[in-house]
């Protein structure tokens, strides 16, 4: 009870510091916070499937977010990390089960399954899973239904999207471990750069950004493309490709000057963002005044993710209040939000941006409901 008291209390603070303002911030070409489906809808369904990307932009997702790792054979696909027991049922294939072995991953030892080990077309034999049955039991619905997607096929679905609902939507790839898939001979940005540009995504006006938490790939990115470019920051530790620098570092004026250099923006994780109590931290202004766009990772609406002060119940599983957080992040001056549940985000922020901030949190409430 105390806690959802101090949830109202601070958020009914920030929307009447805002009240002279009712609607959302306008950023990008007069749009309010752009709205990033991470890995799709992901709160609904497996994620990055053709119908988490596809049930996104039905959402209102301004983008889409796959993450890239290589096949075999070299083509990219879309899945959060090369090893693929936690997504795929890998596991449940006796025909695959010689390829479990032991990575060196960005410095760390991991055991599984990984696409660089299968061709295509092995790969295209499995099924995705949800990867979190035990936050998200209602997704388990869809195990077994869905192939891991190729980026040919998610630029499919984003055109044929575009056509269906005459709006333009975004693609923000992430480039997943490139030092350690350029050790093994696959270059994530060359063969990114080629597939975009060949489908016409070129320049700084293209609706793309390109994201790594490497530094090094993205400074040679910035050689290779004028598509704008996105520096993720973690809360904790620091890029693979540079073990002496660690992110805290990375987020100080000096630093993000620095990153000003060759790259549009930076995706940070949300504790960098706001503070324990919802107000903003200096990051988002410090980020704005060297002329980097700011996009915060990750808003999803299980308790298990959100701040204690929006968290409706001890049930990790249960519905917190993601419109609050979305007003918080809003406040902070955030210009984009990566988010699994998309279609929560959009009905927070209309894209209109009519939406008044003081009415958002009283009819949401601490419970989230």
């Keep these: 009870m105390l806690k959802h008291l101090i949830a109202i209390t601070t958020l009914c603070c920030a929307a009447f510091a805002a009240i002279s303002a009712p609607a959302?911030?306008?950023?990008?070409?007069?749009?309010?916070?752009?709205?990033?489906?991470?890995?799709?809808a992901s709160g609904d369904r497996p994620e990055h499937t053709l119908a988490a990307y596809e049930l996104a932009i039905d959402q209102g997702a301004d983008y889409i977010e796959p993450d890239l790792v290589a096949t075999a054979d070299g083509v990219l696909v879309a899945r959060h990390e090369n090893e693929i027991s936690g997504t795929t049922d890998v596991t449940d294939r006796p025909e695959f089960a010689s390829r479990r072995t032991t990575r060196v991953i960005d410095g760390e030892e991991v055991t599984g399954w990984f696409t660089e080990d299968f061709t295509l077309a092995e790969l295209r034999t499995l099924r995705a899973r949800e990867r979190l049955p035990e936050i998200r039991p209602q997704n388990t619905a869809f195990d077994g239904l869905y192939q891991v997607p190729t980026l040919s096929e998610i630029i499919a679905l984003v055109r044929a999207k575009e056509?269906?609902?005459?709006?333009?939507?975004?693609?923000?790839p992430e480039i997943k471990h490139p030092t350690y898939f350029a050790g093994i001979g696959h270059d994530l940005a060359a063969i990114l750069v080629e597939q975009l540009h060949a489908a016409g995504y070129r320049g700084a006006d293209a609706p793309v950004f390109i994201q790594s938490f490497e530094v090094a790939p993205l400074r040679r990115l910035d050689t290779m493309t004028e598509l704008r470019l996105v520096q993720l920051v973690a809360a904790e530790g620091g890029p693979a490709d540079e073990p002496a620098m660690a992110y805290a570092q990375m987020v100080t004026p000096v630093e993000l000057a620095a990153i000003a250099q060759y790259a549009d923006g930076i995706g940070a994780a949300l504790p960098l963002l706001i503070g324990d109590m919802g107000l903003p931290l200096s990051l988002t202004m410090d980020a704005h005044a060297s002329g980097l766009l700011v996009h915060a990772w990750t808003a999803r609406k299980e308790n298990a993710f959100l701040p204690d002060l929006l968290q409706s119940s001890d049930d990790l599983s249960a519905t917190g209040n993601l419109p609050a957080l979305i007003v918080l992040l809003d406040l902070a001056g955030v210009d984009g939000v990566f988010t699994d549940d998309p279609g929560i985000v959009r009905s927070t922020i209309p894209e209109d941006g009519e939406a008044n901030l003081l009415r958002t949190v009283m009819t949401t409430g601490a419970d989230g409901r």
């Design 24 to 40: 959302f911030a306008q950023h990008e070409g007069g749009r309010t916070m752009l709205i990033i489906a991470h890995r799709g």
């Design 163 to 172: 056509a269906e609902t005459g709006r333009v939507i975004g693609l923000y």
